[in-house]
T-cell receptor
Framework: KQEVTQIPAALSVPEGENLVLNCSFT??????LQWFRQDPGKGLTSLLL?????REQTSGRLNASLDKSSGRSTLYIAASQPGDSATYLC???????????FGEGTQLTVNP | DTGVSQNPRHKITKRGQNVTFRCDPI?????LYWYRQTLGQGPEFLTY????????KSRLLSDRFSAERPKGSFSTLEIQRTEQGDSAMYLC????????????FGSGTRLTVV
């Protein structure tokens, strides 16, 4: 059974800092890995999708990397802003079109 | 059609009552998923449709839960005889045919059972 773990569970940083969120998964035979953002009481917003054949994806200040063999992904946020405050969720898809298995998320607070 | 739409946004119900939620996916998406999320946890998979066919159901989906997707369009999730433990955010997601496109989630329905 696939298990996804996110570290740290919570993170508080001053504005402007670069930061890294970690995601690990137990079964390396994944199809995709997707990072989401969730604001309190809201649904999920997709940030980045990394295909199993890719090593990283970038969007603006966000960069996600994937190391399938070690079962790890990182989400790098550059020059953090208060508007980045949210919960960040990592999810893996084991076969095309199948269910996503989520981690419990990292709650990020960026202080002005 | 700008995204996945879920209704209602919030639902408060008394224990023992039945509730039904609706999800309208992005029109060209043939796959539709239901997830449940409790406070402080990541979403957990409930069930999955490809067109009108329900292809997979989680063991979390007890006999009190039923989901449908008539004609492969919108989907409904019904919970019968609600219990306090059913209180959660119910999220719907859809994805297009093909590969490597990821999932688009709706804003969710927050259920509170009192």
């Amino acid at each position: 059974k696939q298990e996804v773990t996110q570290i740290p569970a919570a993170l508080s940083v001053p504005e402007g800092e670069n930061l890294v969120l970690n995601c690990s998964f137990t079964d390396s035979a994944i199809y995709n890995l997707q990072w989401f953002r969730q604001d309190p009481g809201k649904g999920l917003t997709s940030l980045l999708l990394i295909q199993s054949s890719q090593r990283e994806q970038t969007s603006g200040r966000l960069n996600a990397s994937l190391d399938k063999s070690s079962g790890r992904s990182t989400l790098y946020i550059a020059a953090s802003q208060p508007g980045d405050s949210a919960t960040y969720l990592c999810a893996v898809e084991e076969t095309s079109g199948s269910r996503l298995t989520f981690g419990e998320g990292t709650q990020l607070t960026v202080n002005p | 059609d700008t995204g996945v739409s879920q209704n209602p946004r919030h639902k408060i119900t008394k224990r023992g009552q039945n509730v039904t939620f609706r999800c309208d996916p992005i029109s060209e998406h043939n796959r539709l998923y239901w997830y449940r999320q409790t406070l402080g946890q990541g979403p957990e998979f409930l069930t999955y449709f490809q067109n009108e066919a329900q292809l997979e159901k989680s063991r979390l989906l007890s006999d009190r839960f039923s989901a449908e997707r008539p004609k492969g369009s919108f989907s409904t999730l019904e919970i019968q005889r609600t219990e306090q433990g059913d209180s959660a955010m119910y999220l719907c997601a859809s994805s297009p045919p093909g590969t490597y496109y990821g999932y688009t989630f709706g804003s969710g329905t927050r259920l509170t059972v009192v």
